[in-house]
């Protein structure tokens, strides 16, 4: 319970700055979080919301952290599947990404499914 709830702590920390600054300043979150490797495109707006849902939902985490606990299932397949699709064959064609978010997405899914209570989250 506690390791999920510094889970969920640092989902509050990084989800909530990456949401808002890709909601509200697109460009200084391109320059930063997305270390410039892909072109502007308003669809930062959307991913900004993504993570804005999911500080939203980690912030629930803290007081009800079984029950908020598919937020953490939801990170596992999508940072998982951007990496197996996005992070390893650009990085295999040595083009750009952003490997800041690339490594912070490995120890995510490296730790995720040690902390998601499996048996409580499909009982």
């Known amino acids: 319970m506690l390791f999920m709830k510094l889970m969920y702590t640092a989902n ?8 808002l600054s890709a909601f509200f300043f ?3 979150a ?5 270390e410039n490797a892909f072109a502007y495109s308003e669809s930062i707006r959307l991913v900004g919301a993504l993570w804005f849902a999911i500080f939203i939902l980690s912030c629930l985490g803290l007081f009800f952290p079984e029950k908020m606990s ?6 596992l397949i999508y940072k998982g599947g951007w990496l197996l699709v996005v992070a390893l064959p650009a990085m295999m064609n040595q083009e750009p990404y ?3 978010m690339a490594f912070f ?10 902390v998601i209570p499996w048996g409580k989250l499909f009982s």
């Open 12 to 19: 509050i920390l990084v989800a909530g700055w990456v949401g």
């Open 98 to 100: 952003p490997r800041g």
């Open 26 to 28: 697109p460009k200084t």
């Open 30 to 34: 391109l320059a930063t979080v997305f």
């Open 105 to 114: 997405f490995l120890i995510w899914v490296v730790i995720l499914p040690f």
């Open 70 to 75: 598919p937020v953490f299932l939801l990170q």
